[in-house]
């Protein structure tokens, strides 16, 4: 995906080429890293395929789910900015919960970080090591708006920095592996945005919950559902992302 990238110069990366099922505009780039994708998809064994731009595809009874995001961050690749990743997820049910490996290549720095259910999580193919919760020092702000940020602000006092990386996978996983500290989504995203990095966290020991404070495990594989969310090293900083999150919409 990463080459056939390459091969559109970057002036054309934005032309429009149709509407995704998502409900975003499709432009060039996001058509050609889905098909590059799909390609390698199509040698796979039968599955379920859930894919921001092209929908959902149902597999047989029984056959594993296949969650895409081709480019996570995608405004940020059109731009040249550099936090955009791919992300796919492979799950053996319905749910969010039911993911058992989740995959995203950073498409710039080309960092791999695999998470397999009950196994881990490698980045290019080591063990991580993962920074221990250090309070609210450094907290990533997902969805970010001028109006989102001020509505957010005054819950956020205390905390030292803020980012705003334009991926939620990205966000999601700098959280899991202890890069940041907690991460607040002001904005509903979706399932293809995290279905990996939601098993990321999960097997690093993050805490990732919906805007209400519930987890997500029983969130639908599908392009339905939208919903803002946080996560955290710590529990007991949740609560904390929480009131930014309700600030945005009381």
Do not use: Q
């Not at 098909?35 to 039968?46: H, K, M, S, T």
């Not at 940020?76 to 053996?92: E, H, Q, T, W, Y």
């Not at 404070?213 to 949740?238: F, I, K, N, Q, S």
């Amino acid at each position: 995906m990463a080459a056939a990238i390459a091969g559109v110069p970057p002036e054309r990366w934005t032309e429009p080429v149709g509407d995704g099922a998502g409900g975003d505009t499709t432009v060039l780039v996001d058509r050609v890293a889905e098909d590059a994708v799909l390609g390698v998809l199509a040698g796979a064994p039968a599955h379920a395929l859930v894919s921001e731009e092209v929908g959902e595809r149902p597999g047989p009874a029984g056959a594993p789910v296949v969650v895409v995001d081709p480019i996570d961050g995608s405004l940020n690749a059109k731009r040249g900015l550099p936090d955009f990743c791919l992300s796919i997820a492979v799950a053996d049910g319905p749910a969010l919960g039911d993911v058992r490996i989740g995959y995203l290549r950073h498409l710039t720095s080309g960092e791999e970080i695999v998470a397999v259910r009950g196994g881990g999580v490698t980045v290019d193919g080591t063990a991580p090591p993962v920074r221990a919760p250090a309070g609210l020092e450094v907290v990533v702000l997902e969805g970010v708006s001028p109006r989102r940020v001020t509505a957010a602000a005054a819950t956020l006092e205390g905390v030292y920095r803020l980012r705003a990386l334009g991926s939620l996978a990205i966000s999601m996983a700098a959280v899991a592996l202890g890069r940041a500290d907690g991460m607040a989504a002001l904005r509903p995203g979706r399932v293809v945005d995290v279905a990996a990095a939601h098993l990321v966290a999960r097997e690093l020991g993050a805490a990732v919950r919906d805007g209400e404070g519930r987890p997500l495990d029983a969130v639908p594989l599908g392009l339905a559902w939208r919903g803002t969310m946080v996560a955290a090293r710590d529990e007991a900083h949740l609560e904390r992302l929480l009131d930014a999150v309700r600030a945005v919409y009381r």
